[in-house]
């Protein structure tokens, strides 16, 4: 299982919010296609055929949880672990 789909399991499973690698979520949603902008610390995602803004910080070498949790509903809404591991 390559480390993408591991990513994926380990933030719908909902319990290592407050573990995952910054860097790790960034390079997820550009595989899943998102397009980012960086505007000084803060890195948004946008993608096509998505209302939403993914907007993230970094919390040391960690994601914040609460976006973590944001990106998971993004997942779940928008079925984008299907794209990632099938794609």
């Not at 591991?6 to 790790?24: E, V, Y």
């Not at 910080?57 to 591991?85: F, S, T, W």
């Amino acid at each position: 299982m390559d480390k993408y789909k591991r990513l994926i399991q380990q933030i719908l499973s909902g319990r290592a919010d407050a573990n995952i690698a910054f860097d790790g979520l960034c390079n997820l949603l550009l595989r899943c296609g998102f397009d980012m902008r960086i505007s000084g610390s803060h890195h948004i995602f946008r993608k096509a055929g998505i209302e939403e803004k993914i907007n993230l910080q970094k919390d040391g070498n960690k994601a914040k949880p609460y976006q973590v949790k944001q990106v998971r509903h993004m997942i779940l809404k928008y079925k984008l672990e299907e794209v990632e591991i099938n794609g």
